[in-house]
């Protein structure tokens, strides 16, 4: 009961995708919610990772096809890169719930 | 089938770049028509060449930028050779050795030549900079000679997902350049 209290002052998750393709994140920024869901999927012919740039997150490498996720965890600006392509760089809005 | 005439200028364009930007002469005449299992062998050649070279690096380089880069190139082009090779078995192409083949692997042979007496920073630099040229070469042939003219939607297609991959690198390549200087 108290777990269900608490789920729904919680508020709906959400779960947000960011594709790789053509060596960039689509879309590159992107606002989400403490406690959303974020999705990497790696449409590339070659490797990617998605990795915060703080080390706050990695999603180790992911071949063609593969996915990789994170939970938004606290409020603010969270960058990130491909270690394998620096060039390549996106970004996470997080917000409040 | 692969569009032979398409290719075989692929493989002149960067065989004759390659060779101008690593000697300062022109390129020898063009060999004649190539085979569809010839061309095939090209294409793993230019790549495996890379693939090559980016091992040595990481032998030689113990600049960790320089050391990631070889790395990227040695995981891309394994990637990309892994689906030309399914491409080319998919349309029945075994890949031949053959005289285009052999002068990039002859051009191959004396850039790790150019590259071997060298160490530290000098070497990095050299390294860096074939790759910025070699990139450049790989790029303006698919942009300007194969993804215009070539036919094989199935090719195409492929191409057209490589040249990203190719364009990081080269920007990748360039940035490192850059970081590393002239060493004047």
Known sequence: MIGLVILLLAGPRHTHTVEIRGLAFHPAVLTVAVGDTVVWINRDIVPHTATGTRRKWDSGQLQQGDSGRYVASRTGRAPYTCTLHPTMTGMLIIGRE | ?184
């Open chain 2, 1 to 184: 089938m692969f569009n032979r005439f398409a290719i075989l200028a692929l493989s002149f364009t960067l065989a004759a770049t390659l060779h101008a930007q690593t000697t300062g002469t022109p390129a020898p005449a063009p060999a004649p028509d190539l085979s569809d299992p010839e061309v095939a062998h090209v294409a793993v050649t230019a790549d495996n060449i890379d693939i090559d070279l980016a091992k040595f690096a990481q032998t030689r380089t113990h600049n960790a930028e320089v050391k990631q880069f070889a790395a990227t190139m040695i995981t891309d082009h394994t990637a990309v050779n892994a689906q030309a090779s399914a491409l080319a078995t998919k349309l029945g192409v075994t890949p031949a050795d053959n005289a285009v083949s052999q002068s990039l692997q002859s051009g191959a042979t004396r850039a790790r030549k150019d590259l071997d007496p060298l160490r530290g920073a000098a070497f990095d630099r050299a390294y860096i900079a074939r790759e910025v040229a070699y990139h450049q070469a790989v790029l303006d042939a698919i942009d300007k000679v194969l993804i215009p003219t070539t036919e094989n939607a199935e090719l195409k297609k492929l191409l057209e997902d490589v040249r990203p991959a190719v364009a990081t690198h080269l920007e990748h390549a360039k940035a490192l350049k850059t970081r590393l200087g002239t060493g004047t």
